[in-house]
Nanobody
Framework: QVQLVESGGGLVQAGGSLRLSCAAFGSIFTINSMGWYRQAQEKQRELVARITSGGTTNYADSVKGRFTVFRDNTKNTGNIGYLQMNNLKPEDTAVYYC??????????????WGQGTQVTVSS
């Protein structure tokens, strides 16, 4: 079984920073891609940032220059991804979800989701 566990959300003032982390557990062969998505109240879930196994990244226009997605590729912690969020704005307030496409002993190319973490930015 594969699980994604997120941490790092919270309350921050506008202009502040937060770092979200997403740890993948289980019998994992490859994390093909890992992304961060967010869903604000009464809005649809949207992609915020994503990184592939090859290191290619893409970002929503609204966060370019402020957010950075990266993975820890050290030997023992290669299954952790991060979203560094700087210069946060009130409109960044949402529940943030980690999503990953993973090859594991269970299935190839399956999508998994974390439980979500609340990010609230006060003005």
């Amino acid at each position: 079984q594969v699980q994604l566990v997120e941490s790092g959300g919270g309350l921050v003032q506008a202009g502040g920073s937060l770092r979200l982390s997403c740890a993948a557990f289980g019998s994992i062969f490859t994390i093909n891609s890992m992304g961060w998505y967010r869903q604000a109240q009464e809005k649809q879930r949207e992609l915020v940032a994503r990184i592939t196994s090859g290191g290619t990244t893409n970002y929503a226009d609204s966060v370019k220059g402020r957010f950075t997605v990266f993975r820890d590729n050290t030997k023992n912690t290669g299954n952790i991804g991060y979203l560094q969020m700087n210069n946060l704005k009130p409109e960044d307030t949402a529940v943030y979800y980690c999503g990953a496409n993973i090859d594991s002993v269970i299935q190839t190319g399956r999508d998994y989701w974390g439980q979500g973490t609340q990010v609230t930015v006060s003005s």
